[in-house]
């Protein structure tokens, strides 16, 4: 709908599983807005599993709680804007848990968008750096524990340049 023009995550987990010997894996994506590109490109395999938090109501307008996706392997999770951060944080926490029971991630994909931090133009989250640095360590922590800390980072949106570059550096220092 005019942000991407490949969706890289749903591209890079069809491509583990079909070239690289994946059987399960799992997309994390805390951009503020749904992904829609990526759970309309998932959500017809269920050995993927989505988890999306996302600012609502706001653009593109999809993904309610109940839109699970024809298998049941989407977990959508609307959130209002200017929330406290820890609620955010477990939010996504909990449904990434949600997401994985009876289900042992072969590989992670975070789809990582930094428009879900405070002050950004287009979204009204209010994460800040501590968070990124806790999301993506939590996230570190239980690839570890799922499939030997196989886990891929895709940067999405971001639009406040001086905040998404603080982001990233964040992001890589907390993925080791
Ligand atoms: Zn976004």
Redesign the pocket.
């Given at each position: 709908m005019g942000?991407c023009l490949f969706g890289n995550a749903a591209i890079g987990a069809h491509y583990a599983r079909t070239r690289l010997g994946a059987e399960r894996v799992l997309i994390v994506d805390w951009?503020?807005?749904h992904g829609n590109g990526t759970q309309a490109l998932v959500e017809h395999t269920p050995e993927i599993h989505f988890v999306s938090m996302h600012q609502w109501p706001w653009y593109p307008g999809t993904g309610p709680a109940e839109d699970r996706g024809p298998h049941g392997s989407v977990w959508n999770v609307p959130m209002a804007a200017g929330r406290s951060r820890e609620a955010y944080v477990a939010a996504f926490l909990s449904a990434v848990d949600a997401a994985v029971v009876g289900f042992t991630p072969d590989l992670v994909l975070i789809s990582a968008?930094f428009?879900s931090l405070a002050g950004d133009p287009?979204?009204g989250f209010t994460l800040e750096l501590d968070d990124v640095d806790r999301l993506t360590r939590e996230m570190v922590s239980r690839a570890e524990q799922w499939c030997g800390g196989r886990l891929v980072s895709t940067l999405?949106?971001g639009y406040a340049p001086d905040r998404l570059g603080e982001a990233c550096v964040v992001h890589l220092g907390a993925l080791g």
């Open positions: 942000f951009d503020v807005h968008g428009d287009l979204g999405e949106g």
